[in-house]
């Protein structure tokens, strides 16, 4: 059984901080590519940022230099810290697990990142 949980959602005032977190169960984190993305209501699900199995990082340009992302091995958790954040950051925010030539991939349920005054 594969699980993806997320979490560390919030509300949150522009120019905050906040960091996600996604524990993962049924696979390991390191060699999988683990992604973030992001849907507001009435867009599209947008891919935010990606960790490869061999660590290489890859971000969407408008939360690059802002947005970083990371795993603990010993903790197959993946997380997101997001620093100066936007309102157009306003979004659920999903993890995605991709294995080896991407012939298995799963979602988590999301959480709710909103940024308002």
């Known amino acids: 059984q594969v699980q993806l949980v997320e979490s560390g959602g919030g509300l949150v005032q522009p120019g905050g901080s906040l960091r996600l977190s996604c524990a993962a169960s049924g696979i390991i984190v390191s060699i999988n590519t683990i992604n973030w993305y992001r849907q507001a209501p009435g867009e599209q699900r947008d891919l935010v940022a990606t960790?490869?199995?061999?660590?290489?990082?890859n971000y969407a340009n408008s939360v690059k230099g802002r947005f970083t992302i990371s795993r603990d091995n010993a903790k197959n958790t993946v997380y997101l810290q997001m620093d100066s954040l936007k309102p157009e950051d306003t979004a659920v925010y999903y993890c995605n697990s991709r294995s080896l030539y991407g012939t298995r991939t799963y979602w988590g349920q999301g959480t709710q990142v909103t940024v308002s005054s």
């Open positions: 960790i490869t199995s061999g660590g290489s990082t």
